[in-house]
């Protein structure tokens, strides 16, 4: 019913730069907090990035100084510059968003399909 596409994932060196993109589309009523999370192999997934409707934002300490968040809410975007990459950023990178669905009842948590970091000399 609701679809999150990310882009922007590739092969950077260290020290580059990449900018992540996760639009929402399909049946939405509204959108609250958004984030991005990544799961490297062998570790768990964990919490990268996140931000509320109101542009409130939360780092993990690894990314603090090198990530920023941030929301189009006109385009149901939400968006991750990654700036400085570190080998030990590899991973998949997954976007997550609270939706109000119809009819309108319940918030639900829906997930991208993943894009693919690799931070590599």
Avoid: H
């Amino acid at each position: 019913q609701v679809q999150l596409v990310e882009s922007g994932g590739g092969l950077v060196q260290p020290g580059g730069s990449l900018r992540l993109a996760c639009a929402a589309s399909g049946r939405i009523v509204s959108i609250n907090a958004m984030g991005w999370y990544r799961q490297a192999p062998g570790k768990q997934r964990e919490l990268v990035a996140a931000i509320t409707s109101g542009a409130s934002t939360n780092y993990a300490d690894s990314v603090k100084g090198r990530f920023t968040i941030s929301r189009d809410n006109a385009k149901n975007t939400v968006y991750l510059q990654m700036n400085n990459l570190k080998p030990e950023d590899t991973a998949v990178y997954y976007c997550n968003a609270g939706v109000l669905v119809p009819p309108a009842a319940f918030e639900y948590a829906f997930w991208g399909q993943g894009t693919q970091v690799t931070v590599s000399s």
